[in-house]
């Protein structure tokens, strides 16, 4: 059984690191360079859905607001319609 030395520990924590480091600084650069087709193809589909989704929200926050303002006049016309009742009894 190999004994490992904290200094070989280190050294190999090190070059994981600067693997690491190398691929995050590559992938940076493909993305700045525009590089990140597939990234780019799976974001394009994420925003679609959102704007799908954001759409439809759209739609049914404008039909319940029309709903709720034809009921709240529904509820005047009645309230209305009760205070002369009662005024004429």
């Known amino acids: ?7 070989e520990v280190y050294f190999d924590c090190a070059c994981c690191q600067e693997e690491e480091i190398q691929r995050l600084e590559a992938s940076v650069m493909e993305l700045e360079n525009g ?4 990234m780019d193809d ?3 589909a994420e925003l679609e859905r959102l704007l ?5 929200l759209k739609y049914q926050i404008t039909h319940l607001r029309r709903v709720s303002d ?3 006049q529904f ?5 209305a319609v009760s205070n002369i009742k009662k005024e004429t009894y």
Do not use: I
Request: net charge positive; with cysteine.
């Open 52 to 56: 799908a989704e954001n759409s439809k």
């Open 75 to 79: 509820l005047v016309s009645v309230a």
């Open 42 to 44: 799976a974001v394009n």
């Open 70 to 72: 034809v009921a709240v």
């Open 1 to 7: 059984m190999k004994v490992v030395g904290v200094s």
């Open 35 to 38: 590089c990140g087709a597939v």
